[in-house]
Structures are given as structure tokens and as C-alpha cells.
């Protein structure tokens, strides 16, 4: 059984995950805060109303592992070419609520003589690449390799786009009620 101060750090790790944090938010010393946050942290009762809590929230906004990957698809995709109209201005009036997840910041700006000027900022596409990347294992874990890779090897050399197809065919194989393995075979090729 939790005591009060512990049900209160869970409550603010749940908040913000930051250990420090929620060990002072519980009223924990703060200059002994991030060692009891350690040693709370690695509590099997703690840990599990953490755990309890998380899958709460998730199931509260509805947030699945799904929608976690498009919406990490939706950035590490995006191409800016997506956001311009055939005269190289951004058209926002044609964008989906699918490409406006890839956008940071939109910006508008009215200059003198009624000019707008429209800027965006789309979000980490590598980070949301990383990812996605790690969520499907695709960068295991290497002994450290002195050696150059072979000139075989299918992903040496791949240009950004191929290997963000790659990437992406292997998501939406994964989503797929078969795991992907009927469209195993029709795996991108190098173009």
C-alpha cells in the first residue's frame, strides 16, 4: 500500500515524468530529491501504479501505439513540396489535417500593401524518423566494425528518400493485420 506523500509523487511523475521533480512536487527534500526519486522509481508498488496510471491516461485520450506512429509518420514524411501550390506558394487552404500534424509553426505576416507572407516550420523530421526507426528495431545494436561496409550491403549509401520508403513500407507493413507478411515481397527496391 502507497502512502499519501508516495501516491503524490506518482500523481506528479504522471504529470511530468521527471523524477527530481515529482519527488519535490511530493514534498521530498530537494536536496535529497533526485536519490529518492531513484530509489522510488525502481519500487515494484511505484512502479506499477506508474504503469497503472499511464495505461489510465491512454486509454482517457484514446492514445495508441497507432496513432502514436502516424502521427510520427506524418513528420518524418512530410516534404515541404507538400505544402506548395504549383507557383511555389504555401496553399494552407490544401492541406489535410494529416499534413498540418508535420507543422511546428505557421506564421502570417501582413506586410504594407496588404502583402501576406506565410512561413512555416515543420517539426524534427529526423527525430521523428529515429523513432520510428527504433520502434520497428530497424537500428539494432552493433559491435563496433573497423571495416567499411560492404558495397553489398542494402542499406549502405541509400539516399535519405529511398531509406525514408524503406521506412515506410515497413510501417505499414507492421500495421497490417498479417504483420506485412503477404506484401514481405514487395518490399521498395533502390530506384
Do not use: C
Not at 500500500?1 to 511523475?13: D, R
Not at 518524418?76 to 489535417?97: E, Q, S, V
Request: proline share 5%.
Amino acid at each position: 500500500m502507497l502512502t499519501e506523500q508516495q501516491k503524490l509523487f506518482v500523481a506528479s511523475y504522471l504529470q511530468k515524468p521527471v523524477g527530481t521533480d515529482a519527488a519535490i512536487a511530493a514534498g521530498y527534500s530537494e536536496r535529497t530529491a533526485a536519490s529518492i526519486a531513484n530509489r522510488l522509481l525502481k519500487d515494484p508498488e511505484i512502479a506499477a501504479a506508474i504503469e497503472a496510471g499511464q495505461t489510465k491516461l491512454a486509454r482517457k485520450f484514446e492514445i495508441t501505439t497507432d496513432n502514436v506512429l502516424q502521427e510520427l509518420a506524418a513528420i518524418g514524411f512530410a516534404n515541404i513540396a507538400d505544402f506548395l501550390d504549383g507557383t511555389g506558394r504555401i496553399n494552407i487552404k490544401a492541406l489535410d489535417r494529416a499534413k498540418m500534424a508535420a507543422v511546428s509553426e505557421l506564421i502570417v505576416d501582413i506586410l504594407p500593401g496588404d502583402v501576406v507572407r506565410t512561413r512555416i516550420k515543420l517539426h524534427d523530421k529526423r527525430g521523428a524518423l529515429v523513432d520510428l526507426g527504433k520502434h520497428l528495431g530497424l537500428f539494432k545494436p552493433q559491435a563496433p566494425d573497423l571495416d567499411p561496409p560492404a558495397a553489398d550491403d542494402e542499406f549502405t549509401n541509400l539516399p535519405a528518400r529511398v531509406l525514408a520508403r524503406r521506412i515506410l513500407f515497413l510501417l505499414q507493413s507492421q500495421m497490417r493485420p498479417d504483420g506485412g507478411k503477404a506484401a514481405s515481397a514487395a518490399a521498395p527496391t533502390q530506384h
